[in-house]
């Protein structure tokens, strides 16, 4: 059975595909609460170096969609970062 696991990418403010590389953003996050924990903790330590940009309105709502939704759609407040699914088999 396959399960999903997320992975950041820092990444272009147009999120295109091929800024995104696997080669640095080498750490998956499975589909579980702790793990979810991690990947926000992660896009929120990304912000404080000044890598990505979030509104400081927008971390509650990262945080939320993180949490109790679906992770890819936290990179529609992200400014040159996105979370992306993939199938772990």
């Given amino acids: 059975m396959a399960s999903k696991v997320f992975v950041f990418f820092n990444c272009d403010a147009d999120k295109n595909p091929s800024t995104m590389n696997i080669f640095y953003n080498d750490v998956t996050f499975k589909d579980t609460p702790i793990s979810r924990r991690r990947l926000f903790n992660k896009i929120n330590a990304e912000r ?16 939320e969609v993180i949490m109790k939704g679906d992770p890819v759609d936290a990179g529609k407040f992200i400014t040159y970062g996105a979370v992306k699914a993939f199938k772990c088999l």
Avoid: S, W, Y
């Fill in 48 to 63: 404080k170096a000044g890598r990505v940009q979030i509104a400081e309105e927008n971390l509650p709502k990262i945080e």
